[in-house]
Every structure is written in structure tokens, then in C-alpha cells.
């Protein structure tokens, strides 16, 4: 069974920090790119990171560049999501998502969490 879990949301004020862990099961984890979306209350999903199997290519949103970084450990098959300077901007639920394709498009990826929520007060 294909499981991927998100877990560190919380609520934190403007400047703050957050680690977001994903933990994987039920696929090859090292074969596959993983990624990080969010979706804020009546707005479309959209894009934050992703990073290669490899963690040899990585790839931001330009509106989380220099605050957010992702990393994996693919021994414990868990990408992280390290969030600095956090804004009210920020405020959305965050998810995981697995894919071979390495990409920017949520349609490529196969496997998905169920999200975190993350809150930013001002």
C-alpha cells in the first residue's frame, strides 16, 4: 500500500520557522522526485519545491527562493520541507507528492499526502 504522510504544520507568527516532514512507503523512494504544494483557502493549488532522487536537481517557487529548502534522507525515505521568515502569505495546507518525471506540474505526480495545515499570523 502506497502511503505518503505529511506531518510539522502548526500555526507560527510572521518571521518564524517550520520543519515539515514527509514519510514515504509503498514505492521504490529513491527512484522518485518529491515535491511540495500548498493551497490556500479558495485558491487553486500551487508549486513550492521539488527535488530529484539524487537531490542533484532542485527546483523553487520564486516566491518561497532564499526562505524555503527542501531536503530527503532516502535511507528513512523522508523528505523534509524547511520553511524560514515565514509570512501570512505562507498560510495554506501543505502536501507531498511523489513522481518519476521530476517536475513543476501536479498533474505528473502519482502519490499524494494528505496534507499539513501551516498558519502565519501577523
Known amino acids: 500500500e502506497v502511503q505518503v504522510v505529511e506531518s510539522g504544520g502548526g500555526s507560527v507568527q510572521a518571521g518564524g520557522s517550520l520543519r515539515l516532514s514527509c514519510a514515504a512507503s509503498?514505492?521504490?523512494?529513491?527512484?522518485?522526485?518529491m515535491g511540495w504544494f500548498r493551497q490556500a483557502s479558495g485558491t487553486e493549488r500551487e508549486f513550492v519545491s521539488t527535488?530529484?532522487?539524487?537531490?542533484?536537481?532542485?527546483k523553487y517557487a520564486d516566491s518561497v527562493k532564499g526562505r524555503f529548502t527542501t531536503y530527503r534522507d532516502n535511507d528513512k525515505n523522508t523528505v523534509y520541507l524547511q520553511m524560514n521568515n515565514l509570512q501570512p502569505e505562507d498560510t495554506a495546507v501543505y502536501y507531498c507528492?511523489?513522481?518519476?518525471?521530476?517536475?513543476?506540474?501536479?498533474?505528473?505526480?502519482?502519490?499524494w499526502g494528505q496534507g499539513t495545515k501551516v498558519t502565519v499570523s501577523s
Open positions: 507528492a511523489s513522481t518519476l518525471l521530476w517536475s513543476d506540474s501536479e498533474k505528473e505526480y502519482d502519490y
Open positions: 509503498g514505492f521504490s523512494f529513491d527512484g522518485f522526485a
Open positions: 527535488i530529484s532522487w539524487s537531490s542533484a536537481s532542485i
